[in-house]
């Protein structure tokens, strides 16, 4: 079986984890993120902190989609040293 470890959870990282998924479907894909929540959008913050937006709309990533897909998620980890 093929291990994929993707160290970020930005546009970047989903968009590695997503097309990871569709190359292999039968990968081990292990997304690690030193955030704490899953992908959102920062364009949105100001418009939530005013009470505009509703929390769950910053998200563009639901902890169920990265379920869904079988990609495996380590938030809070920030991933130091080489």
Not at 26 to 51: K, W
């Amino acid at each position: 079986m093929t291990v994929i470890a993707i160290i970020g959870g930005g546009i970047a990282g989903n968009e590695a984890a997503a097309t990871a998924r569709k190359t292999d479907p039968g990968a081990r894909i292990l997304l690690i993120n030193e955030e704490e929540h899953p992908l959102y959008t920062p364009c949105a913050l100001a418009d939530y902190v005013c009470g505009d937006l509703p929390r769950e709309r910053l998200f563009l990533t639901r902890l169920e989609d990265y379920e869904r897909n079988k990609i495996e998620t380590l938030f809070s980890a920030p991933v130091h040293g080489w």
